[in-house]
């Protein structure tokens, strides 16, 4: 049963109005707005998103569990042939999370810019500018997750891209920025051209499929979860340059389809090869890094994945790739966030790691489990780049850890800044109790129970391993910033103070997420424990909306025992970092020189960026600039068709026509005199 409603429309409508009205007294009119009213209807305008959301979820959950599904349709938009794709929002279990993430963590964020970009007084009125670009960033946002249709929601993921393009190079004077937000919308792209391909093969595949006379000419994803077993079967003969591909020559129609639309998932989710975009994009302001970074647009590739559970379900070997994928990237990004020394490339790289895990847990078949650490994640990672930001403020915009360090001196840890930090590396630590610590033991299970997936167990090795080194790397961070031997330039250290409460206030409400954020999905293992029926509301939520249900059954003990390992692991990571940054500072210097090259691969990021600039990006510019710019459009085109042209008619009249402008009157006479006479012998011809 399908309840009709027209609310759903206002919760992407109004962060669109504020982009609408802010970006119009900007951009046309050239009258901007004063701070206050700017504040007033960019932060307006995503509370009242964020209550009609609450409002929403609240009906949601008073449904039958069966019937949860509110539709709001607000008119036709697409109809071509037999593709009909109406403006139409959709709100479901797993809408309903993203939409309480994006619209409440993304209000935390607005309420932390108002302090964060206060000293902003450039002349292109920067302020006004950065607060339309976040409302027009919320819109697309929730406009991806609300779609009730493909279609819709590829509207929404392209105009996250975009905005993440126009928010990364904010700070455009500075051609680094520039460059970092062309990045990122560049490789976006090749990853949303693999999604419009799915698009399309999904379309055709069903549409070719259905019997005579029946049509679906919606890309809905309910029609299409209910006509996909037409095609869940199919196979397709793959060309055969593929036939090096696993399964070659014959593979199934739904993982190619799976395939295609992953590759549009690792493109904006940051997975190997297309994470390099991720690193960069911190060149942005310090809230953008949490709103686009942490929270909501790198989320979405997990988002859609689950959201098409039903395809992956019946594509084995597309979920396989997408749990190796997710695997690789967790421990690679991992190992990289080791060594770095800029406070925000180390979350950035971990914000890598951590999406790693999720495609991990979503390959492996555990929806529900991706879902609720993209929640947890979404708490503790938000919080931890605020907290970065409230750091690089007190620092006066200082990001490099060398130049850190003692910071308890200045902000002692019951301060907002420290302890909310503390709070944050805990919860992504996996310390019994946080938040992190519930939704990461969820992803080790699904991989260790994930027997359909070759090699599940080396994938719960891998998460394991990436537990630990993400507890070192977390807390090498919260050492160098706040413990130890204070680095703080001289000049600087009679200026250090806390922020204004516009930061820490968010940071006060993200610390409390981040703590208790986890119960909402406790595992039922806990649950018994403490005597708590049905403790997994969350996983209870989620269920009738993902494949698979409500995941895997295993014994108590088993599930407590991993949960042991990986608690385990990760306080040696903290040990471990305890002893190299607090107890002999000097130790972690001796291990990079006795391992030399692989500290320098480490610190290179494995020389990706630089392999991929000397095989891609320099043979690519090559060719644009001496075939396709100085060959075809200036040689070939411009050259010789429009300048070719122009000098053969300027030879022609200069050398031919002009001898027949004598100024004779009989010579005019004589040419009357032949065309008439040419024109006679046509017609009587």
Sequence with gaps: MVTETAALRWIPLLPLASAVIGGTMLGLLRRPLSRGVTIAISCGSVLGAFLVSLAAVWRLVGLPENERLLIDTVGPWITSGQLRADLSFALDPISAVMILLVSGVGLLIHV?????MDDDHREDKGFQRFFCYLNLFTFSMLTLVLGDNLVLMFLGWEGVGLCSYLLIGFWYADRWNAVCGMKAFIVNRIGDFAFLVGIFLLFTSIVGALPEGRSVGAVVFRDIEAVF???AEKMVRLPDWLSFLPGAPEWKLATLIGLCFFVGAVGKSAQIPLYVWLPDAMAGPTPVSALIHAATMVTAGVYMVCRLSFLYAEAPGASAVIAWTGGATALFAATIALVQTDIKKVLAYSTVSQLGYMFLAAGCGGYAAAMFHLLTHGFFKALLFLGAGAVILALHHEQDMEKMGGLNRFIPWWRPTHLCFLMGVLAIAGTPGFS????KDEILLAAYTAEKIPGHVWLWGIGVVTAGLTAFYMFR??????????RIAASLQGHVHEAAPTVT?????????????????LPQVYGDMLGIAHSNSLGNFLAPSLAGGHGHAVSAQTELGLGGVAVAVAVAGVLVAFVLYLRRPGLADRLASALPGVYRLLVGRYWIDELYDRTIVRPLVWIS???????IDAGLIDGLAVMGTARSVRSLASRGLRFAQTGFTQTYFAFMIAGAAAVVVYLLG
């Design 112 to 116: 932390y810019s108002i302090g964060y």
């Design 505 to 521: 206030v968010p940071l006060v409400v993200l610390a409390l997420l981040a703590i208790f954020g986890g119960y909402a999905g």
């Design 477 to 486: 961070l919260h050492f160098r910033v706040f413990f130890g031997q204070t």
């Design 436 to 439: 992190g610590f519930f939704s």
């Design 625 to 631: 600039e001496r075939v396709l710019f100085r060959g």
């Design 229 to 231: 077993p037409l095609i």
